[in-house]
């Protein structure tokens, strides 16, 4: 799909309590843990912008 083909995404480092501390819910799946660290298995947290373009009409969740 040319959309999901050509869009940027912004990559960020942030703490475990990084969502909770902005009051900012998750819709779907996780928070970032203490366990997801350097050698653990790699996470995201995706925007629901970024969801849809990608999964359109799916859940992200599971998703590489």
Known sequence: DEVAANFSL????????????FEIPLLRGRAFTAADREGSLDVAIVSE????????????????
């Open 10 to 21: 912004n990559i960020e480092s942030v703490h475990p309590n990084y969502f909770a501390t």
């Open 49 to 64: 912008d970024v969801a849809a373009r990608i999964w359109p009409a799916e859940n992200a969740v599971g998703k590489r």
